[in-house]
């Protein structure tokens, strides 16, 4: 797989957690995260799991949206996967990293987006 992937939080948090972010650089050319999952990775919860991995890891781009996020779309969503779905679509990249069920199917079905997430990943 080489290219450019849009990631939702909970995989970067996942990989983050078990110090394999860096397989990510073996996989894309270009990782990139909108600034509401940056931000979500930053506040890292409780235990602040994965943030300093994160914070390290030079191969993500964080990018600004350049148009309000789609109210429909973040009506369904949480802000995290909405933004990664519509980074997707104004960039062009039609892959996108995404754990949970519902985002996969709406990116998947709604968006025609092509999903995977951390197992693919680190198989």
Known sequence: MSSTIVSNTGPLVAL????????????????MVPKAVHFELLEGGAKQSGVSTYQQAQLIEVRKLTVPLDPLLDSVL?????????LAKEND???VLIDER???KIAREV???RV????????
């Open 16 to 31: 983050a957690v078990i110090d394999k972010l860096d397989i990510l650089n073996h996989l894309f050319d270009r990782v």
């Open 78 to 86: 949480d802000t995290g996967e909405a933004s990664v779905i519509q």
């Open 93 to 95: 990249i039609d892959l």
């Open 102 to 104: 519902k985002g996969r």
């Open 111 to 113: 968006y025609d987006l």
């Open 116 to 123: 995977i997430g951390s197992a693919r990943i680190l198989v």
